[in-house]
């Protein structure tokens, strides 16, 4: 009998911390890629694919989140799908429509734009007729959507979905030269009650501003921060110039 019960503690040790690092309550930030400078937004693109390229390469499925405070972020998804297929990658993309004007390469294997929310059934049927062996299936959403450090997300659901945990990279800005520390501050002190995960990526940016905020960044380059916040889950932080 103790016997068993040492078993079922073992488990339950186990299962715990498997998944605090899935979805991490508090995750340790695992940095990827510090402070590093582009001179044009497709580079942090390719960059953030090469720094990932072995992890990407045993994945079928890959959620990539773009951020509307970035600008150019079209220009840093696009960078990464051209790296991926001078990697030899075939990629097949699955895209919201309001990314058909994105100057997509033409050499991913196939483009399927949606008007879904990514919340039907019909969703989940089509995403498991659309992975294959040797095919890397993209799917482009909000970064409010695609983390799993928000519940509810994409991700999660693909987690189930597949039956695996998906690897997502979100797309996040940052302030390179951030001020006095401001109200979002107290927020973060209890971000880990957030119900919805959204203040988790908010106060996962505000850390990074804080914590290069005294190297001095040159507010005229472009900036490209990277971390690991989970098992699979990336947290890409790109500052843009302004005017840029």
């Known amino acids: 009998m103790v016997r068993w019960l040492w078993v079922l503690l073992a488990v339950s040790l186990s299962s715990g911390v498997y998944f605090v690092i899935r979805y ?16 044009r937004f497709e580079q942090v693109g390719i960059v953030t694919y090469k720094r990932l390229r072995q992890n990407i390469r045993a994945e079928r499925v890959v959620l990539i ?7 150019q972020d079209d220009s840093i998804w696009i960078g990464f799908a051209k790296a991926a297929l ?20 033409k050499a991913v294997v196939q483009r399927i734009y949606t008007s879904d929310t990514f919340q039907s059934e019909g969703f989940g049927r089509e995403v498991k007729e659309l992975l294959q062996a040797g095919h890397i299936l993209v799917l482009l959403a909000p970064s409010n ?40 501050l107290s927020d973060c002190l ?15 940016a505000y850390r990074v501003e804080r914590k290069f905020a005294k190297k001095k960044l040159d507010p005229s380059k472009i900036w490209g921060v990277m971390e690991r916040h989970g098992l699979k889950e990336y947290l890409l932080f790109t500052y843009q110039p302004q005017g840029g």
């Open 190 to 204: 209890n971000a880990s009650e957030d119900k919805t995960g959204e203040l988790r990526l908010g106060c996962a």
């Open 86 to 105: 001078a990697d030899g990658q075939k990629i097949l993309l699955y895209l919201p429509e309001s990314a058909s004007s994105f100057d997509w390469p």
């Open 65 to 71: 989140g773009a951020s509307v405070r970035v600008n």
């Open 24 to 39: 991490g309550l508090r995750p340790k930030p695992i940095p990827v890629m510090n402070p590093t400078s582009f001179e």
């Open 145 to 184: 959507q695609v983390s799993h450090l928000v519940t509810d997300s994409l991700s999660r659901r693909l987690d189930k979905l597949v039956g695996h945990p998906v690897l997502s990279i979100s797309s996040l800005p940052f302030d390179a030269n951030p001020g006095q520390p401001d109200e979002l």
